[in-house]
T-cell receptor, first 114, second 115 residues
Framework: DQQVKQNSPSLSVQEGRISILNCDYT??????FLWYKKYPAEGPTFLIS?????DKNEDGRFTVFLNKSAKHLSLHIVPSQPGDSAVYFC?????????????FGKGTRLHILP | DTGVSQNPRHKITKRGQNVTFRCDPI?????LYWYRQTLGQGPEFLTY????????KSRLLSDRFSAERPKGSFSTLEIQRTEQGDSAMYLC?????????????FGSGTRLTVV
């Protein structure tokens, strides 16, 4: 069962425009959420995170929004740049378990078009 | 500190052979995780260590898989009698006791191809 769902396998966005990547989760015990970015032949790198006590977290061009009642989060990238072309993984973990085991979605491949 | 290091980067092996991968975490990180990623999937949890203790193993980790972290430093993941279905990217990650704010730090992975 897929506890973290990224329903868009790929997304193409014009350079300079906003990229919005979506993620849904099913486990109500999740209360810490993360986004990772992955380039080919590299491991995933941490991008941004959000705790369930917040509904928004911003870091430069990246903003993550959390709608806990809908079990939905999204990553906004503004403005999109060519170097943002990568696979983005949404991930979640239940803090209560204290093991910090992160559950990942299948990823969304973002293409930034010139 | 150069981050999480994994060796080898690539491994091609014949079905039925044993393989071993090594992971060197960031030195001050006491938690170490192994994940597996296949094509079109996100990383899937295999096992994790806190210092030298292996605290959890996924059901994905069959009896042919074994992981160790002697002395709480580097870790090894061994696959015995490899099968074609074991072909995947094996990712190691490490973290401090709390992942909040920075998550895990992943290595570049070991890509295993079983022929």
């Amino acid at each position: 069962d897929q506890q973290v769902k990224q329903n868009s396998p790929s997304l193409s966005v014009q350079e300079g425009r906003i990229s919005i990547l979506n993620c849904d989760y099913t486990n109500s015990m999740f209360d810490y959420f993360l986004w990772y970015k992955k380039y080919p032949a590299e491991g995933p790198t941490f991008l941004i995170s959000i705790s369930s006590i917040k509904d928004k977290n911003e870091d430069g061009r990246f903003t993550v929004f959390l709608n806990k009642s809908a079990k939905h989060l999204s990553l906004h990238i503004v403005p999109s740049q060519p170097g943002d072309s990568a696979v983005y993984f949404c991930a979640a973990t239940p803090i209560v378990n204290r093991d910090d085991k992160i559950i990942f979605g299948k990823g969304t491949r973002l293409h930034i078009l010139p | 500190d150069t981050g999480v290091s994994q060796n080898p980067r690539h491994k091609i092996t014949k079905r039925g052979q044993n393989v071993t991968f090594r992971c060197d975490p960031i030195s001050e990180h006491n938690r170490l995780y192994w994940y597996r990623q296949t094509l079109g999937q996100g990383p899937e949890f295999l096992t994790y260590f806190q210092n030298e203790a292996q605290l959890e193993k996924s059901r994905l980790l069959s009896d042919r898989f074994s992981a160790e972290r002697p002395k709480g430093s580097f870790s090894t993941l061994e696959i015995q009698r490899t099968e074609q279905g074991d072909s995947a990217m094996y990712l190691c990650a490490s973290s401090l006791a709390s992942i909040y704010n920075y998550g895990y730090t992943f290595g570049s992975g070991t890509r295993l191809t079983v022929v």
